[in-house]
């Protein structure tokens, strides 16, 4: 019996033991995002390991010339659009051996640490340990001076004011189109000397400046090593960012704030759980879920917002979002967020509703930023986020408002890219033949709306809008304008009027109804092919109909034509050197042959295959293009990450289904990542996605079924979704060649 009883002690210790190593090496979802992914670029913009909580007003990351310089330029407080520089510049200093103290300091740093709620930091030069945490709109640093020296800090707007007393900062930084940020910080103990910076001198006599490059700075008593300063922002007043401050930061405890913020985050990512051994995975998948709270950036503060579409201050109950570059965003990331954050989706739109109506035309916003909607890139895509919205059951947002600002930014709108001037004669000549009409090589501009860099785009455009204007007669039908849906619906055909039938590419034809000729759809279109497509080049576009694939197929003359283009995508070579190439087309990066992973145009192109009876060439691509562009590491995004436009294609991805038509009610089965992911969708329920035989190399689906009964075909609706449920994928390492290919995904309308 004792023999038996130490035999038991022995298991039940193990089991303790156990037990208790598995809880300690349990992540929470936070844990495992990694901003420093991406933060070295392929070629263009990387990535900025961003310190803020989901969708908040206030946002910071190291300010440098790129992630190898050894250097940061002082200590952010807010960066006010995703690749600007900090409003305003803190600087802290240990002593001050040189007796002239500049504006803003450059510091070699180490032992730094990220997390989207918490920033860490060594300057060595100084020798100073610097610990930050934000809230929504204010945020808390914590400075330890490690020597025992004069605590000095300067803090410097670009253009504005500062104004300072003994422990207190106030500033002003003016951003374009008349909008300003405004600060209201404090410090946790009363300075011994403070005043305006004149000449690299503190001058008590100076305590606040106007103007270009202004500074204050603050010196403090040695006693005590650390030093904390609080501080609020807003883009309504001083006296608001005050409150922003008072409201959300009581104290000067850095720590509660850092646990508060991961507990937001852990929230956010919460909504979706996935289960796998193979744990970078996770990483990955967490990080580009929390890219997709970047923006937009809710700016409501206390039932208030200033609103740089007409300059002004509107109170509001719900709250107004900007800072949305919709021509990435609309093809995942706002469906993704109408799925897990179906309240704030609807906010969303309801703001692109505000924007409307504030600005001097009722058009639907293309580009809201914080200084207002710059009108970048090409199309009106916004329409396609409320047609999205809508065919997926939201009724929260004023769709009648919104329908018509989207109908008069098409129709009344240049559609000429990256302007917001009225339509002219490219516009009454699209609305008559049907296409944006191209110039030759050195055929020169006369169009006065068509910028000088960004060109006309003419099969761009012309793609593009007939994929908006698609948008528009779903809603319109949906909303018994029958005159509308009839005219918008046949338009919605447009891109028909440049499809090439004996190259089956999209090509660009003169205003005489003549293809441009001679041409190659590799390098055709000058810088950034924008003479003739946008970013990147004929290959791409080739496939830039998501509305009506079944359409594109037909054009191409069947299924296996289709297959035949869609491979030949990922196998037609560069045909000139990388450096030839990539100075040309900078944004077509992340290459397999012609196909581009690093823009938004090509996210849909792995997903076509199910549309034309090879779902299995999907699942292969998909697994193929995340395991080569898509790592946990400084290079792993394959280009411009656009505040979640490619972050979303991920997250989808990686889930097992992805939205190729945003307006359609619809999702497209790929090929999942995880042995099990849990989605709490906006309705409450759960939806479940489950890889039976899971494992790296068993990406094929070989049956399927849905919530237990058989599921032959390789697509979803959104009710069978949001209604909860299970999909249940059993997966081998083998193609499966018979499953899923009768039963197509739908095409311009839903089917059964």
């Known amino acids: 019996m004792k023999k038996i009883l130490i035999i038991f002690y022995c298991i039940w210790a193990f089991q303790l033991e156990h037990s208790y190593t598995i809880a300690q090496v349990v992540k929470t979802p936070v844990e495992y995002v990694n901003p420093y992914i991406g933060n070295i670029s392929h070629l263009l913009v990387p990535t900025f390991p961003t310190i803020h909580l989901p969708n908040s007003m206030l946002r910071v990351y190291p300010e440098r010339a790129d992630f190898t310089a050894d250097q940061i330029k002082g200590l952010p407080l807010i960066v006010t659009s995703h690749r600007g520089r900090s409003a305003f510049n803190l600087s802290v200093l240990s002593g001050n051996k040189d007796g002239s103290l500049q504006h803003v300091y450059h510091y070699a740093y180490d032992r730094e640490q990220i997390k989207p709620y918490h920033y860490q930091v060594t300057l060595l030069d100084q020798n100073i340990d610097v610990d930050f945490a934000p809230a929504h709109q204010s945020a808390i640093y914590k400075i330890n001076f490690q020597n025992n020296k ?144 970047e923006r937009p950036v809710n700016i409501t503060e206390d039932g208030r917002y200033y609103s740089a ?33 179906e309240s704030t989706e609807s906010d969303v739109l309801n703001s692109f509703v505000r924007m409307s109506e504030q600005m001097d035309n009722f058009w639907m916003p293309t580009f809201p930023e914080i200084t207002g909607d710059s009108r970048r890139m090409n199309s009106n895509h916004g329409v396609v986020t409320i047609a999205d919205a809508y065919a997926k059951g939201l009724r929260s947002f004023n769709v009648e408002k919104a329908y018509e600002s989207g109908k008069r930014a098409v129709q009344e709108k240049t559609l000429a890219p990256w302007s917001s001037a009225p339509a002219g004669w490219l516009d009454a000549f699209y609305k008559e033949k049907g296409y944006i009409p191209a110039l030759y090589p050195g055929e020169q501009e006369v169009v006065p709306e068509v910028h000088g860099f960004e060109k006309r785009q003419p099969v761009a455009v012309t793609l593009g809008t007939s994929y908006d204007e698609w948008a528009l007669g779903q809603l319109a039908n949906a909303l018994h304008k029958s005159t509308d849906a009839a005219l918008f619906l046949k338009n919605a055909k447009n ?137 946990n590491d400084l290079m792993g995004i394959p280009g411009d990450e ?28 790929g090929s999942p990542f995880f042995e099990e992911a849990s989605v709490e ?57 018979e499953w899923a290919i009768e039963n197509p995904p739908p095409s311009f309308e839903m089917h059964e």
């Open 150 to 293: 004069d605590k000095l800090v300067v803090f410097n707007s670009v253009s504005g004011t500062v104004q300072v007393k003994e422990s207190s900062i106030t500033a002003t930084q003016q951003l374009a189109n008349n909008t300003v940020v405004y600060l209201y910080g404090e410090f946790d103990e009363v300075a011994v000397k403070w005043g305006g910076l004149a000449s690299g001198k503190i001058d008590p006599l100076q305590v606040s400046a106007e103007g270009k490059d202004v500074a204050v700075a603050l010196q403090f008593k040695t006693d005590k090593p650390k030093l904390s300063f609080r501080y609020g922002i807003s883009f309504i007043s001083i006296e608001q960012a005050q409150k922003n401050l008072k409201r959300e930061i009581r104290n000067f405890d850095l720590e509660k704030v850092a646990d508060a913020g991961k507990n937001a985050w852990n929230k956010a990512l919460s909504t979706v759980k996935v289960e796998t051994p193979i744990d970078v995975d996770k990483v990955l998948f967490y990080t580009s879920l929390y890219r997709c709270f």
């Open 309 to 341: 579409f007409d300059g002004k201050v509107h109170e509001d109950k719900k709250s107004f979002y900007t800072d949305d570059w919709i021509w990435d965003t609309y093809r995942a990331t706002h469906p993704l967020r109408l799925l897990i954050d």
């Open 495 to 631: 891109y028909r009027n440049l499809f090439n039938p004996k190259t089956a590419f999209f090509h660009p034809k003169d205003k005489e109804g003549n293809f441009i000729e001679p041409f190659d759809y590799r390098y055709a279109g000058g810088q950034g092919a924008r003479a003739y497509y946008g970013e990147n080049n004929g290959w791409v576009y080739r496939w830039d109909v998501p509305h009506h694939v079944a359409d594109l197929i037909e054009l191409m003359g069947g299924k296996e034509n289709f297959i035949n283009n869609l491979n030949q995508t990922f196998r037609e070579p560069l045909g000139k050197s990388k450096f030839d190439f990539y100075s040309q087309l900078p944004d077509h990066t992340g290459n397999v042959g012609q196909f581009s992973m690093a823009n938004e145009p090509s996210l849909h192109i792995p997903y076509l295959y199910v549309y034309a009876g090879q779902p299995w060439m999907t699942q292969k691509r998909i697994h193929e293009l995340i395991r080569q562009w898509f790592r």
């Open 642 to 669: 656009d505040g979640g436009g490619m972050s979303a294609f991920v997250v989808f991805s990686m889930l097992g289904f992805y939205p190729v038509t945003p307006g359609l009610p619809a999702y497209t089965i």
């Open 681 to 737: 969708l906006s309705t409450g329920e759960i939806f479940r996605v489950k890889a039976e035989n899971f494992g790296e190399l068993n990406k094929y689906i070989q049956s399927a079924s849905l919530n237990g009964k058989p599921l032959h075909r390789a697509w979803l609706t959104h009710e069978e979704i949001s209604s909860g449920g299970e999909l249940l994928l059993r997966m081998g390492d083998r193609p499966q060649k």
